[in-house]
Structure formats: C-alpha cells, structure tokens
C-alpha cells in the first residue's frame, strides 16, 4: 500500500477537468461516472501518485456507525417527519442518527466546516438546504459521503419529489375550474440563499402559467418568509391588490393555513370567493379541508435511509437519483372563481 | 486508584436500602440525596470496597460528547419541538445529540437494554415517556445520566409542567361558563403503558371535576389512541351518548383537532353546541381558533438540555426539577353551553 503523498484531490481533478466530486467517486468505484471517465481519472490519480486516503476510503468500513442529518429546522411538520423516516431504516440497519439544526448561512457554514475533520459521521444526510460549493467541496476530499433529501445538490445521491410537476398540477386544477388570475406565495431564506424546492416551484408556476396562454403580473407573485404568519402577510397583500387574484398556489399547506386565516379575518368566503391550494398533504391539510398536492415525505425519508445504509455498508445503492411521484387531494379550498372575476 | 471489585452498586443499594440510582447520585456527589444519607452510603460502599468504575463515574469527562435523545415518535409536533429545545442547548455547548425513536414497549425495552453497554452517549434525555424500572436500574449501575422532559421518573432531574394544574385550568374554565357535564378525551399506549402525563390530567379531571362538586360518570371519560382520528372517533362516541356532555377537555390540540372535525360532520355548532378546550397551544391551535392551555415546550427542552449541559461538564444543575407554568388561552371554541343543556 502506498502511502499519502501531498498531491490532493483537487490537483486530480484539476487535470482531469473535473469536478472532485467526480474523482471521489471514480476512485471510489461509485456509479454516475462513465467508465472512460473513470479510467481517465484513475490513470491521471496514478500520473499522480495519489492515493485515496484510509480515511477517505474507510467509508466501506462504516467506522463510526454513525450519520448526520442537517435541517434548517426540527419543528416543522416537513423536516420533522423527513427525520423519521430517516431514521426507522437507519435504526434497522444499527446506525445511529446525529441530528443537527443549522439556522441559517453563517451555521450552515460552520457546521460544514467542522464536521469532516471531526470524523464524527460516515455520511451526511442535507434536507431539502442549501449546501455552500466550498463546503461540499471539503466532504468530496474527506471522503464523507452526502446524500442529499428533499432535493438536489451537485450529483450526490438524492430523494424528491418533481417539484416543477407539483406546480403543473396545481395550475392544472385552477384552470380546469376557470381560474384565469393566479397568485403564487413562494418564500425567501433570510440570508437570501436560494433553495432548490422554491426556485423549482416558481419556474414550473411560471411555465404552466405559460403553457396555459395566461398572463403573470410580477406582483402576482409574493415572496415571505416561511411560516404561518408568511403565508397570512402574503394574502393580505394579495388582497390589497387593485385586482387581486382568484386563485392562490400557496408554497406549503402551512404557508397556505396562513392565507386561510388572513380570508377568514377578512370575512371572505373560500373557495367562494378565492381559491387556495398548499403542497404537502401535511396532517394541517385534512383539519383545514385545504386543497393540496400530496408528497410522500416520510417515504423520502425512508429511501434516503436505505441509499446511506447502503453506502455505509459498502453497497451501491440501487438507485441514487429518486423521485417520488405527487397527486393533487381536492378537499374544500378550491372551486370556480366568483362570476363577476371576468374583467 | 483502587481497582474495581466484584461488588456492583446493587449490593451497596441493598445493603444501605436506597435505590441504585441514589446510591450512584450518593457517590457522584449529585444533589437530591441527604448528607446523612450520603455519608452512610459511602460508609457502606467503602466497606464493601465498592469503588464506582471509570466508566461509570467518568461522566465529567464528557467522554463521547454525544447525548440521546429518547421519543416515541419524532414527527409529532410536541415531540419534534421538545428535540429542537434540546438541541439548541447541546449545540451551543458542543455537544451532539443521536435520535432515537423507539414506537413499542418492545423496542423501548432492548434499546435501554442495549444502549448503556455500548458507550455512545454520556447521557440520555426521556422525553415524555415511560421507562421500564429494569432498565432504568442498568442505566445507573452504567453511570449513564438520565434526564427527563416533559415528564417525571424516578428521582431524575426533569422539565415538565404540572398536568394537574392543566386540568384544573380547563374544568374551571367550563364552570365559569356554565357548564356541568363535562368530559375528557385521554389517551392510551396501544402497548398498555401508562403515561406519566396522561395519569396526571386524568387525576387532575376527576379531582378538579369533584372539588367543583359535579358528577362525573364513567362513560364521561374516554380514551383513544393518541392521533388526530382518537379524537374524531371518541367525539363520535360521546355524541352517541344518550345524555351528551356539553364541554370537551380533550389531552391535547391534536386530540382536540380530531374532535373538531367529529363535530363539523355532524354539523354541531361550536362552541354554541358543544364547547371544547386542548392542551399545548400547538401552531393549528391558533389556525383553528381552539381554546387550549399553553404550556412552553421548546423552553421545557431547552432546560433539560442545559441540565444535560451541566451535568456532562461536570458541574451540578442549577435546577433538577423544574416546573414550567401553563396558562388557558382562550379562543373561540369555548363559550356557555346551550340554554336547554340543563335536565
């Protein structure tokens, strides 16, 4: 066995021009790397001299036993419930969860900073977050493996749902209803990252909207915080507007209970006199009669549980790019606009 | 340093008629035993030669850095914001925290059998849930910390907050308002545990129901398994009573949530028809306009974290038994009950 030289995995990457993710997963025999490409490395890694490191390549060995997983929150019904499912396969499966909330940039930065040297984890699991380039970066070299779910980051492993889908079916339904004016309350990260899940929604809300030979107003689109009280905020100003709109593609079922209340103080009538639909299917939904697109989050959770056991158990996983499919649940929220919406 | 013998801390318990968990709180100089006490036990330890292990005792040392958190469920919010709580502190303090959930009686059972052996953890938190006396005495014999949120076991440092006083808080809220026959929604384990937090509202029920001198039939209480559906289906069973009652104290928001829904399908008016009042002041409390008690859930885990804190870097809690106040927080669900209510 040679030793470590000072070459890294950057300088492999570098000349084979390519990402270091890409080289990790060359040398590391994991597929979504074509075989020409992973010959080419590996002879550029032995031109080299490099090595992959026990530490980089101990990921067979499970040496810790353990996985982190990194929200942005623990006490949303989302992530809460991502956890779960997580962790019913990772508990089958002997390992242990390590739970980190990361608040926002500055946190997520840290956390990434210090937790490969730290070798406290096998494998990092990020939920549906943004994960900063330098950081992810550093996992590639130190050979902690992510998996990533509730979305998609660089071309780890992942679990979603098609979030541009979920919006084509929300404006789908508004339009088969006759809606012809549609907001959409799409959220924002404080510390202005973008997030795969809002951005996707927005683009696939514009593209049905397009599709449907239907005007959109910029203003028709609110952006706020994520939260209830977002989702209230968000209507409120909707309903401010010179000619609000008649139907409403609320982010998540909790953004859309915002907006409910928000109606309901403003003694409007729904789906009488305004539409609403969430996505999620959260439990929130059922109580609230709420119109939402259905996501199996425990599920996800549940298969990005099996991709790190299989990883840590020195498999390739069967499938690393997973994507569960979403349907609308029509409940009592959405109807067709009042008769007097036609300008 | 004396070797350990073959003298474990039972024999010392047995000898000095105290339990396993105050004879390692005696010799870790833990508060919660007398100096009397104390003394006498180290008396005896000593002349057994009993000396408390490195393991055992090497709490102060922070040995793994890692603490676990122990819930029947995560994705329930009472219990995915408890963890937040927690997690907060640990982090702050650098410490880490492994999730785990154990759903049964059976799987409670071999994960306290297992856990103490392994090392993981210098310490575990309960949160809200019950722990089988065996297996808490192999937690003491081990040195291994046990916290308890939301709850009370043993003579453990805990956070919670007084379950009596909660169904004190709500039957006087329906006496206020007139109200004589009132019910009560509990909860149950489907493994037949009993559970610390619902024993007490119970008894707390029955005591505020008798200080206030109303009768209280059996048929009065009714107990379901905890979900939102527990709720629907025992609203059901109360509706279906030959004399209904005309106030509902149901054991939580989403119990109360549940029987919401009951009372919407069979389009009974609230609170003209039927009052009703949870427990928690969970977010959809707000969102369904239900009168509930307040109790601070993320500040109880949070101060069982810094107990946790403390006790890992080796300094004694501040506070080991801490009881959060709650307060009613009315809302629109609750009013006087009808006017042809009285037989």
Redesign the interface.
Known sequence: VREQTNVNMADVARQAGVSTATVSRALRDMPGVSIATRDRIRRIADDLSYVVSPEASGLASGSTG?VAAVVP?????YF??M??GI??VL?RADL??????VENAAERERFFDRLPARR?VDAVVVIAMPLPEQEAERLDLMGVQVVVAGGQLRDYPHVRIDDIEVAHQVVEHFTHLGHTRIAMIRTSDPAGSTWAGDLARTHGFRMAMDQAGLELDDDLIVTVPYA?DGGADAMDQLLSMAKPPTAVFAYSD?VA?GA??SLRRANLAVPEQMSICGVDNH??A???DLTTVHQPV?AQGAAAGQILVDIIEGRTPQQQQLVFPTHLVVRATTGPPPPDADR
């Open positions: 353990r929150s623990i006490d949303i019904w809460a419930t956890l779960a962790e019913s508990r242990d969860l390590l739970v980190y909330h406290k209830v909790e209970a409910l209340r439990p929130i059922d109580l609230l425990e």
